[in-house]
């Protein structure tokens, strides 16, 4: 038996890198589990047929985090296919890169919204369907905790907000039981930031281990959360980083 039999899960972007990992290991545990993409349908759909292979149960729903409706229908849309809703996993993310003096007010607005504005929007629908033992999950990033370099000052005080958020909300829903953490990664192999790619030396110079994480080894810590072992774990981070911030 899985630590998760029985439970449902949603994961926000979890059509490719950590969304997809997480989705994949929540699956394994047990839970049901509905994820959300914006454009790309095959690479969900293979998601969902991956953890459908393994003798899981998976679906995909189309939903731009930039859309605060469409982040409501995901939320109400997961929790009426799988039956309920324990797990709510904000993973959605972009990357904005560029000197402050170059970002647009565009870059700014297109970053909070799909980084704060739909985690807000999520959580309240999410709330909707959440009884006691309830999880929400959300990633941030190490850049919340330090930033190496330039260039990341946008991306880092998006995620910045979701530390405090996830404080505050901890209080808010403790009395019903609920918990709320947030992950922080650091430099991790996916396809927005591939091991191999532009300045990736420097990362794994700036990690303890000398290397990058894989997504699964985040998708463990978020697993660990949703789990048996997170129901005493709230309002608090959980760096998951090689050491970058050591």
């Not at 985690?119 to 905790?145: C, K, N």
């Not at 000398?210 to 774990?233: K, T």
Request: proline share 4%.
């Amino acid at each position: 038996m899985g630590s998760l039999d029985g439970r449902s899960a949603l994961v926000t972007g979890g059509s490719r890198g950590i969304g997809a990992a997480t989705a994949a290991r929540l699956a394994e545990e047990g839970a049901a589990v509905a994820i959300t993409y914006t454009s790309a349908r095959d690479r969900a759909e293979k998601v969902v047929r991956g953890i459908e292979e393994s003798g899981g149960r998976a679906v995909a729903l189309r939903a731009d985090a930039a859309d605060p409706r469409a982040v409501t229908a995901a939320v109400d849309g997961a929790a009426s296919a799988l039956g309920s809703l324990d797990v709510l996993v904000n993973n959605a993310g972009v990357f904005p890169y560029g000197d402050i003096g170059e970002l647009t007010l565009e870059d700014y607005e297109d970053t909070m919204a799909v980084h704060v504005r739909a985690v807000f929007v999520a959580v309240r629908a999410a709330l909707r369907h959440m009884g006691e033992g309830g999880r929400i999950i959300t990633i941030g990033s190490s850049l919340a905790e330090r930033v190496p370099a330039p260039g990341i000052s946008l991306y880092a005080m998006s995620k910045s907000a979701l530390t405090g958020f996830t404080k505050g909300l901890a209080r808010d829903v403790g009395p019903r039981g609920i918990t709320a953490a947030i992950v922080h990664p650091g430099s991790t192999d996916t396809e927005m930031n591939p091991a191999d790619g532009q300045g990736a030396e420097e990362e794994r110079a700036l990690t303890a281990l000398g290397r990058y994480a894989r997504p699964e080894e985040i998708a463990a810590s978020v697993a660990h959360l949703a789990g048996p072992g997170g129901a005493y774990i709230t309002g608090t981070s959980i760096t998951v980083d090689g050491g970058v911030t050591a």
